[in-house]
């Protein structure tokens, strides 16, 4: 049996009450009247004590400990990693625009003008953008609201 | 939520000779740490995943950090991160078949409030064998179904909070539970039958 389908959202908003008092009244003087809601409603509570199953225990003194731990080594190297990549990037950048500026010299003889013209603004775009991009180790403020 | 430190910690300063990492994101650890491991847990990865989806979360958010322009609230912004990077890590595993359908979880650590303690050992493995079919059955549902039904109904969250996090209307909120809950319905019923 199913709900019926002009209440069927309805009496799931008001299974999670999600619905005004002026609804709520509604809805139960509907469910009073209609089985195929009600055992709707049935299934809806029976499969919220299935998923309960899934509610975990408080992490473990243990558990937070380690992952403060790693947080602490994770990130802290991290930031080596960004800073490292960085400059590799840094690299990889000037010999992007190195080969896409050989391109560009080989495309003027092969390629539409203005498909070579957008290759040389995608490459400049993406050096800047690299170039430009913050030292991962001094992160500008955010405001932390809540 | 953001509780005030009395000490706070100084921003990039090095420790030991190495950086450390950002203050801010200290103090987001520590608020809510906790909360993205519930949260991993309730997306279906077992105890020791969990640690590590808690630490690809942060490195992301780490990565990320600059990026929040304060539009949206900050616990709505790391919930969303969270979520996202949980549920990707638990689909890759899934795929990767590493998650063994229908195993009791047998780690010492994989506590389960649900498990009742007083519980005999029969009682208990067949709520360990349903716990693993009820996970089977919501990792079988479109992302977009199991997202709001983690949200809903075990985190708590209300439609308005889930749509926040989400992105979307209140509506399409509403409707995705619904939506979900019957295919959810159907997929325990079709491992139940063992389809
Ligand atoms: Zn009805």
């Not at chain 1, 809805?27 to 409603?41: F, I, K, Y």
């Not at chain 2, 600059?66 to 709505?76: H, I, N, P, Q, V």
């Not at chain 2, 969270?82 to 638990?90: I, W, Y």
Request: hydrophobic content about 40%; overall charge neutral; aromatic content about 6%.
């Amino acid at each position: 049996m199913h709900a019926c389908h002009t209440w069927a959202r309805r009496v799931g908003a008001w299974f999670d009450d999600e619905v005004s008092e002026l609804e709520s009244v509604e809805v139960r003087a509907h469910l009073m009247e209609c089985p195929g809601c009600r055992a709707a409603v049935a299934q809806w509570r029976s499969l919220h004590g299935e998923l309960q199953l899934l509610q975990p225990a408080a992490a473990s003194a243990e558990a937070v400990a380690r992952m403060s731990f790693r947080f602490e080594e994770g990130l802290a190297g991290e930031v080596h990693e960004l800073s490292r990549g960085l400059r590799s990037w840094t690299l990889a950048a000037a010999l992007m625009l190195a080969v896409g500026l050989g391109l560009l010299v080989v495309g003027q003889r092969t390629l539409p003008r203005d498909v070579a013209a957008n290759d040389q603004r995608d490459i400049d775009r993406a050096v800047r953008e690299i170039l430009q991009r913050p030292a991962p180790a001094a992160p500008a403020p955010t405001d932390q609201r809540e | 939520m953001t509780r005030a430190h009395p000490d706070p910690p100084q921003e990039g300063a090095p420790v030991g000779g190495r950086p450390r990492p950002d203050g801010r994101l200290e103090s987001l650890f520590r608020d809510y740490g906790p909360r993205v491991y519930g949260l991993a847990l309730r997306c279906g990865l077992d105890p020791l995943e969990a640690e590590d989806g808690v630490q690809e979360v942060f490195l992301k958010v780490q990565r990320r950090l600059d990026t929040f322009r304060g539009e949206a609230k900050l616990s709505t912004w790391l919930y969303q991160v969270a979520l996202n990077t949980l549920l990707d890590h638990r689909r890759k595993l899934v795929r990767q078949k590493r998650m063994q359908p229908f195993a009791v979880v047998t780690d010492e650590r994989g506590e389960v409030a649900a498990v009742d303690p007083g519980a005999g050992p029969d009682e208990q493995s067949s709520a360990a064998e349903r716990r693993q079919l009820v996970r089977s059955a919501l990792d079988r549902l479109p992302r977009k179904f199991k997202e709001v039904l983690v949200l809903r109904e075990l985190e708590g969250l209300s439609y308005r909070d889930i749509a926040r996090i989400l992105g979307t209307a209140q509506g399409t909120v509403e409707s995705r539970i619904f939506r979900g809950r019957a295919r959810l319905g159907v997929e325990l019923r079709r491992l139940e039958e063992g389809l």
